[in-house]
């Protein structure tokens, strides 16, 4: 099973941008789609970027569609999400994992928005 590590949140002023990171470690990493994962406190975890597992497919919940980015680098077994114009509402913990996830998650990365 895929091991994987988030980085790359902070405190950002809304309209702003962060790039999060996500490192993997097993050999399996380029096999499976891959999605990142927000968690804002109070509500459930929801999927809002997925990535197949070549990189030819993308797809965006409706609340991120042409702000966020999703890609991949295979070869460094690293996912990426590019968010820009950032809003407050997007003020979550991020995570990455497969699509559909695996049962176990990394520790996520804190993003807050400051209105």
């Known amino acids: 099973q895929v091991q994987l590590v988030e980085s790359g949140g902070g405190l950002v002023q809304a309209g702003g941008s962060l790039r999060l990171s996500c490192v993997g470690s097993?050999?399996?990493?380029?096999?499976?789609?891959k999605g990142w994962y927000r968690q804002a406190q109070g509500k459930q975890r929801e999927l809002v970027a997925r990535?197949?597992?070549?990189?030819?497919?993308?797809n965006y919940a409706d609340s991120v569609k042409g702000r966020f980015t999703i890609s991949r680098d295979n070869a460094k077994d690293t996912l990426y999400l590019q968010m820009n114009s950032l809003k407050p509402e997007d003020t979550a913990v991020y995570y990455c994992n497969s699509v559909p996830p695996f049962d176990s998650w990394g520790q996520g990365t804190q993003v807050t928005v400051s209105s």
């Open positions: 097993g050999s399996i990493f380029s096999i499976n789609a």
């Open positions: 990535i197949s597992s070549g990189g030819s497919t993308t």
